[in-house]
């Protein structure tokens, strides 16, 4: 089955620098989403990516997927306090004769901004 | 912005006992899942439904879970006789279209804990 790793595990970074999160897939992905947690809530929607070579933006936050649709990464860009949390990326495995309907997970990257 | 909302934020309960999880997903949705997330580990799919009916359900969806949407606005999952193994923060969520076309919004999800 299709297994997602995120990298790193952790971040710790200065207010203002810039940082990358990497989502890789063991094969190819049909739909990379970005959500970001808070500590102790749901799952908010970041940006869904479908195809090869995609690149999405909002405020400072950009998100990639790559040719081959096997990694993702999301770059924060002069990173503020309000975007620490767990950052996590869901794909939705290759449909299987349409009966798939499901999205795995990565276990998250967990960011914090010091001030 | 309409949201997903779910009832309890925490729901503490003794081993055995039935338990109802409730949501209300947006209001326009058409297909609604629970994925669930055990302390330290990935975000899990249980089940996903659509038209009344249960599209897909995962392997942890045995016949201990149900799921329903009594009415036209909740969509609540049961858990017939818990296990310690059922603790875990328990995520509703919708989509307007299919989860690979159309991105999943999360409630902020029930934490439950059986003790």
């Known amino acids: 089955s299709q297994e997602l790793e995120q990298s790193p595990q952790s971040l710790i970074v200065q207010e203002g620098k810039n940082l990358t999160i990497n989502c890789t897939s063991s094969k190819t992905l049909y739909g990379l989403y970005w959500y970001k947690q808070k500590y102790g809530e749901g799952l908010i929607f970041l940006m869904m990516?479908?195809?090869g070579g995609e690149e999405k933006s909002h405020e400072k936050i950009t998100a990639k997927l790559d040719e081959k649709k096997q990694q993702s990464s999301l770059h924060i860009t002069a990173s503020q306090p309000s975007h620490a949390g767990i950052y996590l990326c869901?794909?939705?495995?290759?449909?299987?004769?349409?009966?798939?309907?499901?999205?795995?997970w990565g276990l998250g990257t967990s960011l914090a901004v010091n001030p | 912005e309409p949201e997903v909302t779910q009832t309890p934020s925490h729901q503490v309960t003794q081993m055995g006992q039935e338990v109802i999880l409730r949501c209300v997903p947006i209001?326009?949705?058409?297909?609604f899942y629970w994925y669930r997330q055990i302390l330290g580990q990935k975000v899990e799919f249980l089940v996903s439904?659509?038209?009344?009916?249960?599209?897909?359900k995962s392997e942890i969806f045995d016949d201990q879970f149900s799921v329903e949407r009594p009415d036209g606005s909740n969509f609540t999952l049961k858990i017939r006789s818990t296990k310690l193994e059922d603790s875990a923060m328990y995520f509703c969520a919708s989509s307007t279209r299919l989860f690979y076309n159309s991105p999943l919004h999360f409630g902020n999800g029930t934490r439950l804990t059986v003790t």
């Open positions: 209001s326009n949705h058409l297909y």
């Open positions: 990516l479908q195809k």
């Open positions: 439904f659509y038209n009344n009916e249960i599209s897909e």
């Open positions: 869901g794909a939705a495995e290759l449909p299987n004769a349409g009966n798939n309907r499901k999205l795995i």
